[in-house]
C-alpha cells in the first residue's frame, strides 16, 4: 500500500487579492483543496464537459484577466446592489476577459481591426456592458428593470430599460454579437434572433436557469443531468438556425459556468429563406405546432427574412418599422405565441411575503411531525427537565407528503418551496443533506471566522426581541435557560428592536 500526503503552502504579499477565481481564498485552501484533490485523483476523468478555456489561449486570458482585475477591483467598494459584490463583480471582469480574448482572436483570424459591436440581452446590472464599453467595444445593454448601479457608470455606457419580446421588431441587423449572459427566459431565443438579425451576427450565451421557448424546460432525458441536458438543448437550438456551435467552460465562480458560442454558419447566404423555414419549424415543434391567431397557420418563415431576402442576396435586411401596422399585424408577428418577458417589478418569492398566519401553520405542523406527534399546545418551565424531545429526523419528501395539497401548492409558487420556508424559520428547523431536523440549540457552535467590529456590536441589540419558539410552542419547553436563550421566555423578556427603536427616534 502507498500512502501519500499532501500539504498546501500559500505566501502573502502585496499582490494577493484573493477573488475565488485566479487567486483562491486561503480558507478555500485550507479547508476544501485537499479534500477536492482526493476526490479528484480517484473520480473518472470523462465529465462530460469541456475543458476550461478550451477555445482561448490560457497566456492570454490570464494576463488580461490580471489587468482588468486591477481596473476595475474598486467597484466592490462602491456596489450599491443586494447582491454580493466579490461574486458579481469579478465573474463579470472574468466573463468580460473570455470575450475581449475571444474577440481579439476573432479579428486576427478575419484580418480585420474594427473592435466588435454588441448587445447584452438581459444585462442585469450592467457591468458586463461597462467592462466591454470601456475597453472600446461599441455596444448597450437590455434589461426590463433599472438598476441602481447603471447611474454610476457614465453617459458611454449604454444601458437601456425595455422588455425583449421575440419577434420581427427585436431584431439587431447591425450588431456583430448578442450576449446572453444568464439570460433566463430568453436563452433559447438568443440564437434564434442572432441568426434572423443578420447573417454574420454571432452570439455567446451562458445559460443559467433552464427555459424552454415558452415557460419552463421540461427534461426529457433521464440518462443525463439536467443541466447536461439543458445545454444540449440549447446546442440543438444553436445548430437548427444554422450555427456551428462550440462550448467552452469558463473561470467563473458558479456553478453554471459553460458557455456557448456561435461564430460562423453551416449554410451560405443563398439559403437562408430555407434555412428559416428550418428554424420557424423547430420552434412550432416545441409546443406541438401550434394554429396561429383565428386558427391560421403560422407563416413558414418571419416577415424580416422573407422582405430582406428579396432585396438582398445575403437576406438580410433593415427592420421595418410598426408605421401602419394594425393590433392584427403586430400579433402575427409574434414568433410563438405565449411567451412572456420577466414581470418588471421583481416579486419577493422567498416565502418572505408569505402570511405569517400561514407560515406559523405549516411550522406547527412540521414540528408536530418531528416529535412523534406530540401535542404543541404550551411551555413548561425551562431548564428544570432532564430530558427534552429532539424528535426525530425525516426527508423533505416524507414532510412533504404528510401535507395537503393546497399548501404544497402555495408553496411551490415560492422558489425553493418547502425548503426555503423551513430555513427561513432558522429558530425552529435545521435543513441538512435533504433532511429536516428540530435544532437543538443547546449544540449550536460559536462562529469560525471572528466578526467584524460592526457586527458583534449588533449581537446585543438584537437579543430577546423575538419570543422563543419552544418555550410557547414546545411540549418539553425551551433546552436552554432563559439567561443562554437568545430568545424572550414570555412577553416580560421581551425587548424593542433596533429598527423599532431608530424608527421612535426619528418620529
Known amino acids: 500500500m502507498c500512502i501519500k500526503f499532501s500539504s498546501v503552502v500559500a505566501e502573502k504579499n502585496e499582490r494577493w487579492h484573493p477573488d475565488g477565481i485566479a487567486y483562491p481564498k486561503l480558507t478555500w485552501l485550507g479547508e476544501e483543496l485537499l479534500t477536492k484533490l482526493a476526490r479528484w485523483s480517484v473520480e473518472s476523468g470523462k465529465s462530460g464537459f469541456k475543458s476550461t478555456l478550451s477555445l482561448i489561449s490560457v497566456l492570454k486570458y490570464s494576463r488580461a484577466y490580471w489587468a482588468l482585475k486591477e481596473k476595475y477591483k474598486d467597484m466592490v467598494k462602491v456596489w450599491p446592489e443586494v447582491t454580493d459584490p466579490e461574486k458579481f463583480v469579478y465573474e463579470d471582469v472574468a466573463i468580460a476577459t473570455y470575450l475581449l480574448i475571444l474577440w481579439e482572436e476573432e479579428r486576427a483570424e478575419r484580418g480585420v481591426t474594427a473592435k466588435q459591436s454588441f448587445v447584452d440581452l438581459g444585462c442585469g446590472n450592467g457591468l458586463l456592458v461597462h467592462i466591454l464599453s470601456s475597453e472600446g467595444h461599441p455596444g448597450r445593454g437590455i434589461d426590463i428593470r433599472r438598476r441602481k448601479i447603471w447611474d454610476m457608470y457614465g453617459p458611454q455606457t449604454r444601458l437601456e430599460e425595455g422588455a425583449i419580446t421575440p419577434n420581427d421588431k427585436t431584431l439587431f441587423p447591425d450588431v456583430d454579437w448578442l450576449i446572453g449572459n444568464h439570460s433566463d427566459e430568453l436563452t433559447p431565443w438568443i440564437p434564434v434572433i442572432a441568426a434572423r438579425s443578420s447573417y454574420n451576427c454571432r452570439f455567446f450565451v451562458l445559460p443559467c436557469c433552464f427555459f424552454d421557448f415558452v415557460g419552463k424546460y421540461q427534461r426529457r432525458q433521464s440518462g443525463k443531468t439536467q443541466y447536461r441536458e439543458y445545454l444540449d438543448f440549447i446546442t440543438e437550438v444553436g445548430s437548427t438556425c444554422g450555427f456551428h456551435v462550440e462550448e467552452d467552460c469558463l473561470r467563473i465562480p458558479s456553478t453554471k459556468r459553460v458557455c456557448l458560442v456561435g461564430k460562423s454558419r453551416t449554410y451560405p447566404p443563398s439559403r437562408e429563406l430555407s434555412l428559416d423555414e428550418q428554424r420557424t419549424q423547430y420552434i412550432n415543434s416545441r409546443r406541438g405546432c401550434p394554429l396561429g391567431p383565428a386558427g391560421r397557420e403560422p407563416a413558414p418563415a418571419s416577415p424580416q427574412a ?188 421581551l425587548r424593542p428592536s433596533l429598527t423599532a427603536r431608530t424608527e421612535e427616534r426619528v418620529s
Open 306 to 493: 422573407a422582405a430582406s431576402s428579396a432585396h438582398h442576396p445575403g437576406g438580410h435586411g433593415a427592420l421595418h418599422g410598426a408605421a401602419g401596422h394594425t393590433p392584427e399585424a403586430r400579433a402575427s408577428e409574434l414568433w410563438l405565441p405565449g411567451f412572456q418577458p420577466r414581470e418588471k417589478a421583481q416579486r419577493t418569492r422567498n416565502c418572505a411575503a408569505l402570511p405569517r398566519d400561514f407560515v406559523d401553520q405549516v411550522v406547527l405542523q412540521v414540528a408536530h411531525l418531528l416529535l412523534g406527534g406530540k401535542q404543541l399546545t404550551g411551555s413548561s418551565p425551562s431548564g428544570t427537565l432532564k430530558t427534552w424531545n429532539r424528535g426525530e429526523s425525516l426527508s423533505l419528501a416524507e414532510v412533504a407528503s404528510e401535507l395537503d395539497r393546497e399548501t404544497l401548492q402555495r408553496l411551490k409558487r415560492e422558489c425553493g418551496g418547502l425548503q426555503t420556508l423551513l430555513r427561513n424559520n432558522h429558530q425552529v428547523f435545521e435543513v441538512l443533506d435533504g433532511r429536516v431536523h428540530i435544532r437543538d440549540w443547546r449544540e449550536q457552535k460559536p462562529p469560525k471566522k471572528k466578526q467584524p467590529e460592526a457586527k458583534r456590536k449588533l449581537v446585543p441589540e438584537a437579543f430577546k426581541t423575538r419570543v422563543c419558539w419552544f418555550f410557547m410552542h414546545h411540549p418539553d419547553g425551551c433546552a436552554l435557560p432563559s439567561l443562554c436563550c437568545p430568545f424572550a421566555h414570555g412577553p416580560g423578556e
